[in-house]
């Protein structure tokens, strides 16, 4: 069995990086986060703007947020809820606890306010990132890695150059007993077909058909006639001829191979292989329920060039274009446009796999480096009340 | 010479121009073989690689990603002017 060096978890799984993370319950709470995170800075805030003030929600927010709590790369936790709010600080402290890593809550109403939690919180993180130095990488096999997809800020060739490249890494991790995680479904439409026989079974291949049918049919609803064109007429323009010749550039990414689950947003998957989420094709949104799904990594071809990364996850940034990976070299790691320029898709393949295997020892990603850290969007199908 | 298209899938009937390919000149596959372009092919659309039927599939990735809607010649541009989409999102 192939490894890399990572860090060994109490559960069983192994993270890439020893984050201390402070997650708000609530988006009242964010305040409070910040200034913890002003005095310390290597702790890593998980800025939403969720948490109350909805009910149809809560349960898809809850399991988010305690999934990103429960991720392999967190070594240790602290939640800062209100007191008043429905996402109770407490509640999701004891369910991230049951992975068995540190995990405290506060709460500002019953603390005394702002100073007097932000006061307390700099002592509990000082102490978890004492602890978290003193664990060491060892080891660990790489089939516990998941790998998470995402395209965004596409252009004519993400599917031609980029993609496609990915979909070889995708492939090499899935061969080697990992997962890998497809999602963004509004890019699956007009793909249904193809995705669902390559399902492992026809249970799987049920899933992936109402899925896409939903993501295509909430599309059809509030789009109505202009849904076939919901590709946009940049994409028109670019070359692309309909919905499903822009999906199939899409799901490229994910390789070849069967498929063995479809998962909700934000759930960790149970099976290895490739997997599918349902998440929405808006990126920021898609990569919160993929990190909480429990990727270590996350790949990210595009096109017109996107900078985005993710608090916890390191996020490798494939360029489809050399234009663009010129002009934005700061933000990307990969350039895929030397496919464009008589490069072999099979090369940029093992660059990206050679990639990812660094990334997964140590080595940091341009937007890890960049720290584009940002505020975590939680997926929200209903208006807040 | 270098070529000036991308041939995404062994089974595909269109290729994806990596530029302007104006009319009479040549398309260039990966190859090495080379046919007149019928048309202008614009940067980043496709081009087809043989000869296809009105109603006949195309093939993009390997899959089928519409029909024609009149005859395709080899060199022509293939796009939402002659390939039928209806069936796309059903």
């Known amino acids: 069995m192939e490894t890399f060096l990572g860090y060994a978890r109490p559960d069983g799984t192994a993270g890439i990086r020893n984050h201390i993370a402070i997650i708000p319950s609530v988006a009242c709470a964010n305040g409070v986060v910040a200034a913890i995170s002003r005095a310390v800075p290597e702790a890593v805030p998980l800025y939403h703007g969720h948490g109350c003030g909805r009910a149809i929600e809560i349960d898809l927010h809850t399991r988010t947020l305690v999934n990103l709590g429960k991720h392999p790369n967190v070594a240790g936790v602290l939640v800062i809820g209100l007191g008043c709010e429905v996402i109770k600080a407490e509640k999701l402290a004891s369910q991230i606890a049951t992975v068995k890593k540190p995990v405290e809550h506060l709460v500002i109403q019953q603390e005394g306010g702002t100073r007097k939690t932000t006061e307390k919180g700099i002592a509990i993180i000082s102490k978890m990132l004492v602890e978290a130095r003193k664990m060491e990488r060892t080891a660990c096999p790489l089939d516990q890695i998941i790998l998470g997809l995402e395209c965004g800020g596409s252009d004519a060739f993400s599917g031609v150059t980029a993609n496609p490249s990915v979909g070889l890494a995708a ?29 492992i079974n026809s249970e799987v291949a049920d899933k992936i058909t109402k899925m896409v049918a939903e993501a295509e049919k909430l599309t059809r609803d509030l789009l109505g006639p202009l849904a076939p064109y919901v590709i946009a007429p940049g994409n028109m323009d670019g070359g692309m001829s309909s919905i499903r010749e822009k999906s199939l550039g899409c ?11 479809v998962i909700d947003y934000g759930q960790a998957p149970s099976e290895k292989g490739l997997v599918l989420m349902d998440a929405p094709g808006y990126d920021t949104e898609s990569m919160t329920g993929v990190a909480a799904g429990g990727c270590q990594v996350m790949i990210f071809t595009t096109g017109r060039g996107n900078p985005i990364g993710f608090p916890i996850v390191p996020v490798i940034k494939v360029a489809s274009t050399t234009q663009m990976y010129r002009s934005m070299e700061d933000d990307m790691d990969i350039n895929a446009g030397v496919i464009l320029e008589g490069g072999s898709l099979q090369d940029v393949g093992n660059e990206i796999i050679g990639f990812i295997r660094k990334v997964l020892d140590g080595a940091q990603a341009k937007a890890e480096i960049n720290r584009q850290d940002g505020i975590l969007c939680l997926y929200t199908l209903h208006p807040s009340f | 010479m270098k070529p000036n298209v991308i041939v995404i899938h062994h089974r595909d009937t269109v290729a994806v121009a990596l530029e302007d390919i104006r009319q009479t000149e040549s398309v260039r596959l990966p190859d090495g073989t080379t046919f007149p372009a019928l048309v202008d092919i614009p940067y980043s659309h496709k081009v087809a690689l043989k000869d296809i039927a009105p109603g006949e599939h195309i093939l993009k990735y390997g899959e089928i990603i519409g029909e024609a809607k009149t005859g395709i010649r080899k060199g022509d541009w293939v796009h939402a002017h002659n390939l039928d989409i209806e069936e796309q999102v059903r």
């Open chain 1, 171 to 199: 492939d090499w991790l899935v061969d080697a007993g990992g997962t890998v995680i497809l999602t963004e479904d509004t890019e699956m439409i007009g793909t249904d077909h193809i995705l669902a026989r390559r399902a």
């Open chain 1, 251 to 261: 799901i490229v990414k994910a390789g070849t191979r069967p498929i063995t689950q």
